[in-house]
């Protein structure tokens, strides 16, 4: 039998608290706020077609990967990998990539993500326990930053340089993670690989872990990486390698050691709880690997793009990757506008992102920028310098 409800509960039921009207009105105000905010402090940012623009001086597509992929013949299913990789969702091709990735660049074993960003945070939120201590350049990127603050670990402390890390360092209790990019994404610059595998081969429980996320595809043997090309026969315990860049794809792998990866598997959340790349972005992923692998030309072209910049611009510069600082974000952003208007694809990069003061616009040299388009570049920048 069904049982009818009082009379006198439907009130308590089917009246609203607050009206679908009132509640609209209070989350637009709240998100009005925040957006006046943005604007004021000129952080606001809004989105732009690719083909919108110029001169592409601002991808991170350095070797031209991106676009030597109009389509792929797939032999994959073109549907959805069908759960997270422990339960439906694991698949031949996944672990294809990752032995590829493996030998590629030079480690035990690798494990596949959806995303630079999702490995980052599985291998600071994994590795360090209770009563470990993180030490982290602090110009490192988002995820990293992020992926420490999700770390178990108690102490957590930024670096600005090799000095201040060893005093650190001499202080810092259980285990202790440096965290690195090999090539900062804002700077351009290398970060000091040898002498952070020295420090941490001079004291016991200390490791490494490096993001590769720029270098890949552009430094070491066939494009395997800055570590390969430094100290390759110390170990570290983690490098992150992402496809977003040099590869003109997405997604990363982490490589290290096979208990590594055991470990991300059961341990890290990002790979546990999540759905697992479908095959076919997977199969598309691998396509894109073995051509920056064997991109010796690209990478060749390069690096004579990167010297004829030294060279027109009379600065020295070892990347791709040239920050060209203009304070301020309003300054910042109206010298962009204009170059974007005389057809030259470059981009503002604001505070917060930088540090205030340091405000820049972020140039991305590629193979395919011609000694003309570099020049014109140039010399427009050295114009505005001179006003």
């Known amino acids: 039998m069904f049982r009818l409800l009082s009379p006198s509960l439907f009130p308590l039921i089917f009246t609203p608290n607050i009206s679908q009207t009132s509640m609209s009105e209070a989350s637009k105000h709240i998100l009005s706020q925040a957006l006046l905010k943005l604007k004021a402090t000129g952080q606001f940012r809004t989105l732009k077609r690719q083909e919108d623009m110029g001169v592409d001086f601002t991808s991170n597509d350095y070797l031209g990967i991106q676009r030597q992929f109009e389509a792929y013949p797939f032999t994959v299913s073109m549907g959805g990998s069908g759960g997270s990789r422990l339960l439906k969702g694991n698949h031949s091709i996944h672990e294809t990539v990752e032995a590829f990735c493996a030998d590629w660049f030079k480690a035990e074993a690798a494990l596949l993500f959806n995303s630079g960003y999702d490995a980052n945070l599985a291998v600071l939120s994994t590795l360090p326990e209770r009563r470990d201590t993180l030490l982290y350049d602090q110009r490192c990127h988002a ?81 395997s990486g800055y570590y390969t090309s430094v100290h390759p026969s110390v170990r570290m315990i983690a490098r992150i390698h992402t496809f977003g860049k040099a590869c003109g794809i997405s997604g990363a792998v982490v490589v290290g050691d096979q208990e590594l990866r055991d470990l991300l598997i059961n341990k890290a959340r990002p790979f546990i709880y999540t759905t697992a790349m479908p095959p076919f972005l997977a199969e598309a992923i691998l396509y894109h690997l073995k051509a920056t692998k064997e991109a010796e030309t690209n990478r060749a072209m390069l690096q004579k793009n990167i010297t004829f910049w030294g060279k027109t611009s009379k600065t020295q510069t070892s990347s791709p990757i040239i920050p060209w600082i203009i304070a301020g974000n309003e300054a910042c952003r109206e010298v962009a506008t204009r170059l974007q208007a005389n057809g030259l694809d470059v981009r503002p990069i604001l505070s917060p992102t930088v540090p205030k003061g340091e405000e820049r616009l972020r140039i991305v040299l590629h193979n395919y920028n011609t000694e003309e388009e570099m020049k014109t570049l140039c010399e427009e920048l050295l114009k505005e310098k001179a006003q």
């Not at 995820?143 to 957590?156: C, E, F, P, T, V």
């Not at 340089?161 to 202080?171: A, H």
């Open 143 to 223: 995820s990293l930053k992020d992926g420490i603050r999700l770390s178990m670990a108690q102490h957590k402390f930024p670096y600005q340089d090799l000095k201040e890390l060893k005093t650190k360092l001499g202080s810092a209790e259980g285990r202790v993670y440096i965290v690195t990019e090999a090539l900062f994404s804002m700077d351009g610059d290398w970060c000091p690989l040898q002498e952070l595998l020295e420090l941490a081969e001079s004291r016991a429980d200390t490791w490494v872990v490096l993001d590769e996320s720029h270098s890949t595809g552009i430094s070491g043997p066939q494009g």
